[in-house]
């Protein structure tokens, strides 16, 4: 492990809400309060920035404890991705480390210049044209301007906004602004790198361009701290992962791990649903009734052996007799990528008109097919000529495939990483010629 770039040692903070005003109801009350607003205000402020023993022990309703006690060190080079949902306090890490806000209890040691872009034009004049951002924005990250003319052909070029270089901030799109944000933060030479998730905001080339560049920074022995939602450039950027859920630090270790864990404690989609004929979703000739996942044997189930079969099944109602119904699933991975879609391919029913009553329509997906994570399952269902959509559920039911080592799975005997969206069993032919070699003549 090299030298450290960052180190946080039992950092808390705690934020002071705003809460409700009543309203007087009376014109001497209202009066009286307005006498006494200079002091209460002064109060309010004070307050905002002192806690007592009751606030931190959470007896306070307008106290919230954005991050607890969380304490770790990254070293020089490392590119470390930040995990945790929307409020898990991630951003707020961000913010401390940049020096935007300071922790209420801990400590934060920072080896190195810092470089952040934490939300879009972040730093950015409106008024000020892209190149005198370019400038001013260098000048806030603590650079001279010889540094910043250096620099500054190979940040246009990058940002792609070559064109409105001359033009507003403030006649910029958000996308416009992120680009330019990105590559003078990215191009100032930073020890010390830290993008929250802004880059959702450009373009899938834009990306691209960005992870490839993040991924350049950290080869040249700096530091990057990167927070996304995107799971798949978290996998191919990072090498470390640090999860963070209700302001505490769950796990740190190998990105692998952490990911794996992020999606254990997501909001969880359950494996069967089931609606009442008052609730059920569907339109005038048909509606769902229930989903469930199960194994062989038709019992509900959570979770897989990444060897064994898994049945879906639909449970649903045909209101109107005469219609040809098509129903249909989609299985999506954990980070939304479209695995496949399967349609209904029974012949009793493929181009006939159904009788109105309750169906159950199954289909089992082979075991060796999936790789292992949570899946989630879209249902749908159109009626045919004229094409009426009926129904459709999306992320209705999910479940857990399990990896193994085992001689009968896609893995075998190979315990190493093995990655893709998909792992299916497939049936390889090796043949062997022997070598013959001529023996030398005696």
Same mark, same amino acid.
Not at 58 to 86: K, W
Not at 158 to 176: A, C, N, Q
Not at 301 to 321: H, K, M, Q, S
């Given at each position: 492990?090299?030298?450290?770039?960052?180190?946080?040692?039992?950092?808390?903070?705690?934020?002071?809400?705003?809460? @409700?005003? %009543?309203?007087?109801?009376?014109?001497?009350?209202?009066?009286?309060?307005?006498?006494?607003?200079?002091?209460?205000?002064?109060?309010?402020?004070?307050?905002?920035?002192?806690?007592?023993?009751? #606030?931190?022990?959470?007896?306070?309703?307008?106290?919230?404890?954005?991050?607890? @006690?969380?304490?770790?060190?990254?070293?020089?080079? #490392?590119?470390?991705?930040?995990?945790?949902?929307?409020?898990?306090? &991630?951003?707020?890490?961000?913010?401390?480390?940049? %020096?935007?806000?300071? =922790?209420?209890?801990?400590?934060?040691?920072?080896?190195?210049?810092?470089?952040?872009?934490?939300?879009?034009?972040?730093? /950015?004049?409106?008024?000020?044209?892209?190149?005198?951002?370019?400038?001013?924005?260098?000048?806030?990250?603590?650079?001279? &301007?010889?540094?910043?003319? %250096?620099?500054? #052909?190979?940040?246009?070029?990058?940002?792609?906004?070559?064109? $409105?270089?001359?033009?507003?901030?403030?006649?910029?799109?958000?996308?416009?602004?992120?680009?330019?944000? $990105? *590559?003078?933060?990215?191009?100032?030479? =930073?020890?010390?790198?830290?993008?929250?998730?802004?880059?959702?905001?450009?373009?899938?080339? /834009?990306?691209?361009?960005?992870?490839?560049?993040?991924?350049?920074?950290?080869?040249?022995?700096?530091?990057?701290?990167?927070?996304?939602?995107?799971?798949?450039?978290?996998?191919?950027?990072? *090498?470390?992962?640090?999860?963070?859920?209700?302001?505490?630090?769950?796990?740190?270790?190998?990105?692998?791990?952490?990911?794996?864990?992020?999606?254990?404690?997501?909001?969880?989609?359950?494996?069967?649903?089931?609606?009442?004929?008052?609730?059920?979703?569907?339109? #005038? *000739?048909?509606?769902?009734?229930?989903?469930?996942?199960?194994?062989?044997?038709?019992?509900?189930?959570?979770?897989?052996?990444? !060897?064994?079969?898994?049945?879906?099944?639909?449970?649903?109602?045909?209101?109107?007799?005469?219609?040809?119904?098509?129903?249909?699933?989609?299985?999506?991975?954990?980070?939304?990528?479209?695995?496949?879609?399967?349609?209904?391919?029974?012949?009793?029913?493929?181009?006939?008109?159904?009788?109105?009553?309750?169906?159950?329509?199954?289909?089992?997906?082979?075991?060796?097919?999936?790789?292992?994570?949570?899946?989630?399952?879209?249902?749908?269902?159109?009626?045919?000529?004229?094409?009426?959509?009926?129904?459709?559920?999306?992320?209705?039911?999910? $479940?857990?495939?399990?990896?193994?080592?085992?001689?009968? *799975?896609?893995?075998?005997?190979?315990?190493?990483?093995? @990655?893709?969206?998909?792992? =299916?069993?497939?049936?390889?032919?090796?043949?062997?010629?022997?070598?013959?070699?001529? !023996?030398?003549?005696?």
């Amino acid at each position: 492990m090299g030298n450290t770039a960052i180190r946080v040692q039992e950092l808390t903070k705690f934020y002071r809400i705003g809460t @409700g005003i %009543r309203a007087q109801d009376s014109f001497a009350t209202a009066a009286w309060q307005a006498v006494k607003s200079p002091l209460a205000n002064y109060r309010k402020y004070r307050a905002l920035y002192r806690f007592d023993e009751h #606030d931190e022990a959470g007896e306070s309703s307008d106290v919230i404890r954005a991050l607890s @006690g969380i304490s770790f060190e990254v070293a020089e080079g #490392d590119v470390v991705g930040i995990l945790g949902h929307n409020g898990a306090g &991630k951003s707020t890490l961000l913010k401390i480390l940049s %020096r935007i806000t300071p =922790p209420t209890r801990g400590r934060v040691e920072l080896h190195g210049r810092i470089s952040s872009l934490l939300e879009v034009g972040t730093g /950015f004049h409106q008024e000020l044209t892209g190149r005198e951002n370019i400038y001013l924005n260098g000048t806030i990250l603590g650079m001279r &301007k010889r540094e910043v003319d %250096r620099k500054f #052909d190979e940040i246009v070029a990058f940002s792609g906004v070559e064109r $409105f270089l001359d033009t507003p901030i403030k006649r910029y799109s958000s996308g416009m602004r992120v680009r330019l944000a $990105f *590559s003078v933060a990215a191009h100032l030479e =930073p020890e010390i790198l830290i993008i929250d998730e802004v880059l959702a905001v450009g373009d899938a080339e /834009f990306q691209k361009k960005c992870i490839n560049k993040m991924q350049d920074v950290g080869r040249q022995g700096r530091t990057v701290l990167f927070v996304s939602h995107n799971m798949p450039a978290i996998l191919s950027l990072c *090498s470390r992962g640090i999860l963070i859920n209700g302001g505490r630090l769950v796990e740190d270790g190998p990105i692998q791990s952490v990911v794996e864990g992020y999606s254990q404690i997501r909001t969880i989609v359950p494996p069967a649903r089931e609606w009442s004929e008052e609730k059920a979703p569907g339109g #005038d *000739s048909a509606r769902l009734l229930g989903v469930r996942v199960t194994d062989r044997h038709g019992t509900i189930c959570d979770a897989f052996d990444i !060897r064994e079969p898994i049945r879906l099944e639909l449970l649903y109602e045909v209101t109107r007799a005469g219609c040809e119904l098509l129903p249909h699933l989609f299985v999506y991975n954990e980070e939304g990528v479209n695995l496949f879609g399967t349609l209904e391919d029974d012949a009793r029913w493929r181009g006939r008109e159904r009788h109105s009553g309750i169906y159950r329509s199954t289909v089992t997906l082979p075991g060796n097919l999936l790789a292992p994570g949570r899946h989630y399952v879209n249902c749908s269902a159109i009626t045919l000529n004229p094409n009426v959509r009926q129904f459709v559920e999306r992320s209705v039911v999910a $479940f857990q495939v399990i990896d193994t080592v085992a001689p009968d *799975s896609a893995r075998g005997d190979w315990a190493g990483p093995l @990655g893709g969206v998909m792992r =299916p069993k497939l049936s390889w032919d090796t043949e062997h010629r022997p070598v013959i070699t001529a !023996r030398a003549a005696p």
